[in-house]
């Protein structure tokens, strides 16, 4: 389904992305109008190295570095740089990030977005209870639906499940499982980590294992006290906003929640965390490799994630102070951020010629 206008769009978003957690990075975005599960590895191989060839003059360590996203992991980052430096003439690690550990990947790149998704929910319970808005705390009294259970919200609902909260419901493409009493996600996430399975073509709604069958629209509707749409864009919009009954969202997914369900989430009270905040660690962690391959000396996982810990927590307290200041929304909060920094650097460059 992927066309210009939504590449161009999310292209957009990565470059306020990158400006609110103070990267040194614009932003851009590519994609293939392709059915990944549909493709033999031999099919996805070829294509992802037809593709890089046809990308090579504006891809580069110092120019353009891509990073996986929806449809690619670590191995389709692995054929476009063998197939980047095939053509440059030696091994170019820098022309990707989120590469196998084994050619030059970092340590905890794979969970990053999904950890980062985290870290930002512990930051927004926080400040809710400073402002006196909830009294929630990650425990067994928390309940968390996970809508999109691959790379970011399999992670996001392990590592939140980790802290104490019970997360009752997840969802892959082909609908979800359910339990009131919460799910084993543990085992859930050892069954269908990155999207795979000891069992090959297994989905979610083939697991029966002490769960009811879910639909992904009645997740969106489930009254929990956290909501992480961390799958595609627009599933919460104007026409089913009024079932969503979460005190928090999370925007795990690039652009989950349409502008005209944002307004009205806001106005029933909800506290949403906007995806250029929310999701910013793959990309801030792609940073981080990029800069271990270029100087040689990689970090071990801990100070990866103290790193990552860092940089969102200095943009969380600046959306906050942001939002605080001119009494608007989160999201709208965030965007100031992202162009204010933008705006200042184009400043300070000037016009040429």
Not at 74 to 80: E, F, G, H, I, L
Request: charged share 20%.
């Amino acid at each position: 389904d992927v066309n210009l206008s939504e590449v161009a769009g999310l292209a957009m978003l990565m470059t306020f992305k990158c400006s609110l957690v103070g990267l040194p990075l614009g932003g851009a975005k590519g994609g293939i109008r392709v059915d990944p599960n549909k493709l033999s590895r031999q099919e996805a191989q070829a294509l992802t190295r037809r593709y890089t060839s046809e990308i090579n003059m504006i891809i580069g360590p110092d120019r353009d570095v891509p990073a996986p996203d929806i449809g690619t992991d670590s191995q389709t980052m692995a054929w476009m740089m063998d197939t980047y430096s095939q053509e440059q003439g030696f091994a170019i690690p820098g022309v990707v990030t989120g590469k196998p550990i084994e050619i030059g990947g970092s340590l905890g790149r794979a969970e990053s977005t999904g950890r980062g998704v985290i870290y930002t929910i512990e930051h927004a319970i926080k400040h809710l209870a400073q402002s006196k808005r909830t009294s929630l705390r990650l425990d067994a009294n928390t309940s968390v639906a996970v809508h999109g259970f691959g790379k970011v919200g399999a992670v996001a609902a392990y590592e939140i499940a980790q802290r104490g909260a019970k997360v009752i419901a997840v969802s892959d493409y082909t609908g979800g499982v359910y339990n009131k009493n919460g799910l084993n996600i543990s085992e859930l996430y050892k069954t269908f980590q990155t999207g795979q399975s000891g069992q090959p073509g297994m989905t979610l709604s083939e697991y029966k294992k002490d769960v009811e069958p879910i639909s992904n629209e009645d997740l969106l509707a489930l009254p929990v006290d956290i909501l992480i749409p961390a799958a595609i864009d627009g599933v919460i919009t104007k026409n089913n906003v009024r079932n969503v009954k979460a005190k928090i969202i999370a925007e795990g997914a690039n652009g989950p929640i349409t502008a005209e369900a944002s307004k009205v989430l806001e106005e029933k009270g909800a506290f949403i965390i906007p995806d250029i905040l929310c999701n910013a660690g793959g990309v801030i962690v792609s940073y981080f490799e990029w800069v271990q391959g270029m100087q040689n000396f990689f970090w071990n996982e801990t100070e990866v994630n103290e790193k990552l810990a860092e940089v969102l927590s200095n943009a969380f307290k600046k959306v906050i102070e942001i939002q605080t200041h001119y009494k608007c929304g989160m999201k709208t909060a965030a965007l100031i951020a992202g162009v204010d920094r933008l705006n200042r650097a184009m400043l300070l460059r000037g016009l040429f010629p």
